[in-house]
């Protein structure tokens, strides 16, 4: 559906995208996982058109995203990082606009978003401003799917967000799925990963690693122990002093580690046990192999 | 003078118009902890914040921050405490340098005083190289690091933290958690709010929001007990899900 | 086309909804017309003349006692060569200067002409013309006086000098400036800022990625300000027509069909503007330093250009205000044909052209 090949984008002297390369089946969910300035929005303005790479190429729906930039504008839904409705305008208006923008009415699609939009419909006479974080998502995402694309572009959609409504968001997100819609979405929430059917993780502009969730939790290549003491940040600082000790970060309510000959040392007093890394894990991880600082 | 009890909250009211954002709120903060301050967007997290930063007049109840009155002595709350904020917090067309001889003469500092401190911390941070670097030329992660630093740099006896690692790396958010375990240790009481629940769980205590009144406070530990609950993320999800107000 | 009335609708509604743009917008011309109408009746007192009477007889002295009787004339003082005029003006010890000719009675009596000279400051062109008309209609009561008593016919004649502003604009002059300052206003600012309003909410992106095509992003956001231009210029002239008593005095419809061709100016250098400005404050600052400050200055508004350094009357030329203003002065006050108008709006239509070809040219169907 979408195919990347070795796009570089640089802005003066610093590079947005280093050679990025993947490519999307038709009707899954594609996730670009990456902290802000990894290069997700540029990306994005790329496969949307909005901006031309210095080299590579990449093709949206068959169609190349240089040369064909007017029909991939028929077929693809956008929904950029900020909040970019019409503020002024009412939800019921804001609506109306981007369907004849898009040369279509609401009432045409409106079974692709009635879902979403029914849990603002309340409120349909309400100023968009006016709106709280969550209902504007939504209301973005009603617009950004009116006429009915292919693609759909989601840059940030849950940032700022908090979990209740990003839960809620992924939950509709899946609903599109079985539309058929394929849906690209960038997310800096590590936890959204395993949402995805497949993932890109991505920093300072480089793709590190895709594959699915489970592919990329698979290869994570160390093991990782879990310790937790009543004060983590001392544990923490002693267990950086080790010798024995590669690296050693505080997760949730525990210590994740890692040893450099791979098996836990006794320490006394201290209860360690293997577990399962995370994706958040794995971009440590691809982080540290890559020897990326800044 | 209330020593222990470096923020009381009691029965804290902000209206705007009919509309009730933070209602009826009481609470305390020990010195010295980490207190997370979650809460679903629109529960009245930031409004709750402004309040006990002197920022904006309560509509009805009362609060102490730093043993100072937010009603009456809302100037000098200002000058003991520290504020950050993911959204401003540094001027990026300034050097590093330049931000933190500012923020520090913000409050007083004597130049010299602050040349020593700077010299110091940037080594602490491992930035000294960046000294007159411009703050936009900066990566995210690093700025926020910075702009905490700076934020308690005139060492206030709490520092107010408005989602400080949205969007910041793994590695970076760690790093960036160590700072305010430092600054803790140092006796400085941290007031976070955070939409990242592992982050909750950095927390001494916490408290979380929802429809502009506190309906949890406590260890998270206590807190995943109470709710027979794994992890904060589902704390968080039960409590806020029955929000009227939706998010 | 759906397209196209939906956006401008949204527009309309953008602009409605603003209810203190609107205001500025709507009652801008308005709060103008008013204020020049009431420039223009500004009442004069205690003018301070200076003579200068070469002739020194009866009928000048008799003309000198009714000045100086009257309660809006005060002699000031006696000069005795002409060379002092100036002087008189520049150290600001007058405002009006009499210079009566040399054997004046005698000349009144045997030719039965003799002349006056006024001389006026006429920097401020309003109170120069209220003195002149003032101390000419009493210099000819004495003149009917005269007659009386000797029965014979006899004339003097007032020669008008005004100084420092020899074409002396009245008020009535600022109309055509009002309306070249105000549709240049909110054509160009206007545009300019809405289009880059949506650059800056990031709107701007969901249009591009969207099938719309960009000149007709483009036309539908100048269309609502075209309108709103033709709304004010509309008031202009009923105001200045109903209220200022300044008449239309030449061709209704070429004075509207040029203001037409000065509106398109105006919209495409806003869409240029857009194109360069990256923010709002970056838009209305663009606009502001490059078209409103020398639509004030070098139109000819307010200074006039003959009277300028000669490299600002070059720079004049390249203001499209300026060739406006003078078209709508000739078109309006003067009530000259079309014909002598041909210059200014081939001018204009050039410019119109030029400026919607570059941005059309500049306009991004990408960012950046």
């Given at each position: 559906m979408v195919t990347v090949q070795n796009i570089t984008k640089q802005y003066g002297?610093?590079?947005?995208?280093?050679?990025?390369?993947?490519?999307?089946?038709?009707g899954e969910i594609f996730g670009i996982i990456g902290p802000d300035g990894a290069g997700k929005t540029t990306l994005f303005r790329i496969l949307t058109t909005l901006l031309l790479p210095d080299s590579g190429t990449a093709i949206v729906n068959g169609l190349d995203v240089v040369k064909d930039y007017k029909q991939i504008?028929?077929?693809?839904?956008?929904?950029?990082?900020?909040?970019?409705?019409?503020?002024?305008?009412?939800?019921?208006?804001?609506?109306?606009?981007?369907?004849?923008?898009?040369?279509?009415?609401?009432?045409?699609?409106?079974?692709?978003?009635?879902?979403?939009?029914?849990?603002?419909?309340?409120?349909?006479?309400?100023?968009?401003?006016?709106?709280?974080?969550?209902?504007?998502?939504?209301?973005?995402?009603?617009?950004?799917?009116?006429?009915?694309?292919?693609v759909l572009f989601l840059d940030e959609p849950t940032t700022g967000v908090d979990p209740v409504s990003r839960k809620e968001f992924w939950e509709m997100l899946k609903d599109l799925k079985k539309q058929g819609i394929t849906i690209l979405v960038s997310t800096p929430y590590m936890d959204e990963a395993a949402l995805c059917d497949h993932i890109a993780l991505i920093q300072l502009g480089r793709i590190m690693s895709i594959n699915t969730p489970q592919q990329i939790v698979a290869e994570y290549r160390n093991k990782l122990y879990a310790t937790k003491s009543e004060s983590n940040y001392r544990l923490l600082k002693q267990l950086k002093l080790r010798s024995d000790v590669a690296s050693c970060y505080i997760s949730g309510e525990y210590l994740h580690v890692v040893f450099k000959n791979n098996t836990a040392p006794f320490i006394e007093n201290v209860e360690i046990h293997n577990i399962q890394p995370t994706i958040e894990d794995c971009f440590i991880q691809l982080m540290g192999v890559n020897n990326v600082d800044r | 003078m209330l020593t222990d009890k470096i923020i009381v909250a009691e029965n804290l009211t902000k209206k705007f118009g009919d509309f009730t954002a933070v209602d009826n709120v009481s609470f305390t903060v020990n010195r010295g902890e980490i207190?997370?301050?979650?809460?679903?967007?629109?529960?009245?997290?930031?409004?709750?914040?402004?309040?006990?930063?002197?920022?904006?007049?309560?509509?009805?109840?009362?609060?102490?921050?730093?043993?100072?009155?937010?009603?009456?002595?809302?100037?000098?709350?200002?000058?003991?405490?520290?504020?950050?904020?993911?959204?401003?917090?540094?001027?990026?067309?300034?050097?590093?340098?330049?931000?933190?001889?500012?923020?520090?003469?913000?409050?007083?500092?004597?130049?010299?005083?602050?040349a020593v401190k700077a010299d110091e911390m940037l080594n602490r941070l491992e930035f000294i190289n960046e000294r007159n670097t411009l703050v936009k030329q900066l990566p995210l992660g690093w700025k926020q690091k910075l702009a905490f630093s700076i934020a308690i740099f005139h060492e206030p006896q709490i520092v107010f933290l408005d989602e400080p690692t949205g969007g910041v790396d793994p590695t970076t958010r760690r790093q960036f958690w160590e700072l305010i375990y430092h600054a803790s240790g140092q006796g400085i009481t941290v007031f976070v709010t955070t939409h990242y629940m592992d982050e909750a769980?950095?927390?001494?205590?916490?408290?979380?929001?929802?429809?502009?009144?506190?309906?949890?406070?406590?260890?998270?530990?206590?807190?995943?007990?109470?709710?027979g609950v794994l992890n904060m993320d589902e704390v968080f999800q039960q409590l806020a899900r029955h929000a009227k107000r939706s998010g | 086309?759906?397209?196209?009335?939906?956006?401008?609708?949204?527009?309309?509604?953008?602009?409605?909804?603003?209810?203190?743009?609107?205001?500025?917008?709507?009652?801008?011309?308005?709060?103008?017309?008013?204020?020049?109408?009431?420039?223009?009746?500004?009442?004069?007192?205690?003018?301070?003349?200076?003579?200068?009477?070469?002739?020194?007889?009866?009928?000048?002295?008799?003309?000198?006692?009714?000045?100086?009787?009257?309660?809006?004339?005060?002699?000031?003082?006696?000069?005795?060569?002409?060379?002092?005029?100036?002087?008189?003006?520049?150290?600001?010890?007058?405002?009006?200067?009499?210079?009566?000719?040399?054997?004046?009675?005698?000349?009144?009596?045997?030719?039965?002409?003799?002349?006056?000279?006024?001389?006026?400051?006429?920097?401020?062109?309003?109170?120069?013309?209220?003195?002149?008309?003032?101390?000419?209609?009493?210099?000819?009561s004495v003149q009917l006086e005269l007659m009386g008593t000797n029965f014979v016919p006899i004339?003097?004649?007032?020669?008008?000098?005004?100084?420092?502003?020899?074409?002396?604009?009245?008020?009535?002059?600022?109309?055509?400036?009002?309306?070249?300052?105000?549709?240049?206003?909110?054509?160009?600012?206007?545009?300019?800022?809405?289009?880059?309003?949506?650059?800056?909410?990031?709107?701007?992106?969901?249009?591009?990625?969207?099938?719309?095509?960009?000149?007709?992003?483009?036309?539908?956001?100048?269309?609502?300000?075209?309108?709103?231009?033709?709304?004010?210029?509309?008031?202009?002239?009923?105001?200045?027509?109903?209220?200022?008593?300044?008449?239309?005095?030449?061709s209704l419809f070429w004075l509207i069909l040029v203001s037409f061709v000065f509106?398109?100016?105006?919209?495409?250098?806003?869409?240029?503007?857009?194109?360069?400005?990256?923010?709002?404050?970056?838009?209305?600052?663009?606009?502001?330093m490059v078209l409103m400050m020398p639509v004030l200055l070098l139109s000819g508004m307010i200074f006039p250009i003959e009277n300028m350094p000669q490299i600002l009357q070059w720079l004049s030329n390249i203001i499209p205000a300026r060739w406006y203003i003078s078209a709508i002065r000739k078109l309006m006050i003067e009530g000259t044909a079309i014909t002598f108008v041909l210059k200014e709006l081939a001018i204009l239509l050039f410019m119109a052209f030029f400026f919607i070809t570059v941005s059309l040219k500049k306009f991004k169907i990408r960012l950046q």
């Open positions: 002297k610093t590079e947005a995208l280093k050679n990025v390369s993947f490519s999307t089946g038709v504008r028929n077929n693809v839904g956008y929904m950029p990082g900020r909040f970019s409705l019409y503020q002024d305008l009412t939800v019921e208006e804001n609506l109306n606009f981007f369907a004849a923008v898009f040369n279509t009415t609401v009432k045409e699609n409106y079974y692709l978003i009635k879902g979403i939009y029914k849990q603002i419909e309340p409120f349909k006479k309400r100023k968009a401003g006016a709106l709280s974080g969550g209902m504007k998502q939504k209301l973005a995402l009603s617009c950004a799917l009116v006429h009915k694309p292919e | 207190f997370g301050f979650l809460g679903a967007n629109g529960a009245g997290k930031t409004t709750a914040m402004r309040m006990l930063c002197g920022l904006s007049k309560p509509t009805s109840g009362k609060g102490w921050v730093a043993g100072f009155d937010i009603w009456k002595q809302s100037e000098k709350v200002k000058k003991n405490i520290g504020y950050m904020s993911q959204k401003f917090s540094l001027y990026k067309d300034l050097k590093v340098w330049e931000n933190i001889r500012l923020f520090a003469g913000i409050y007083g500092m004597k130049d010299k005083e602050i769980e950095y927390c001494n205590r916490v408290s979380i929001m929802v429809d502009g009144r506190i309906d949890a406070l406590d260890t998270p530990a206590k807190l995943k007990q109470q709710f | 086309m759906n397209q196209f009335l939906s956006f401008v609708k949204k527009e309309f509604r953008h602009i409605f909804r603003d209810k203190r743009t609107m205001l500025i917008l709507l009652g801008m011309p308005i709060a103008q017309i008013i204020l020049f109408g009431f420039a223009i009746t500004t009442e004069v007192q205690n003018i301070r003349v200076a003579v200068l009477d070469s002739s020194k007889d009866i009928s000048t002295q008799r003309i000198i006692d009714r000045i100086d009787a009257s309660k809006y004339f005060n002699i000031a003082q006696t000069i005795h060569n002409y060379d002092e005029v100036d002087k008189v003006f520049q150290c600001g010890d007058a405002d009006l200067v009499i210079v009566f000719e040399e054997r004046f009675n005698e000349n009144l009596i045997h030719t039965g002409k003799a002349q006056i000279q006024l001389i006026a400051d006429a920097t401020d062109p309003n109170t120069a013309t209220t003195e002149i008309n003032y101390i000419t209609s009493i210099i000819n004339q003097i004649i007032p020669e008008i000098r005004m100084l420092y502003n020899p074409q002396m604009k009245s008020a009535y002059n600022f109309v055509p400036g009002v309306m070249g300052l105000i549709l240049m206003l909110v054509c160009s600012m206007m545009t300019s800022i809405s289009i880059v309003r949506e650059k800056e909410m990031g709107t701007m992106e969901i249009l591009l990625v969207s099938p719309m095509r960009p000149i007709y992003i483009v036309l539908s956001k100048v269309m609502p300000y075209f309108l709103l231009s033709c709304v004010n210029l509309t008031t202009i002239l009923l105001l200045s027509v109903f209220v200022l008593g300044v008449p239309v005095a030449g509106i398109v100016v105006s919209l495409s250098l806003g869409m240029l503007i857009s194109t360069l400005a990256v923010n709002q404050v970056a838009a209305m600052l663009m606009s502001g």
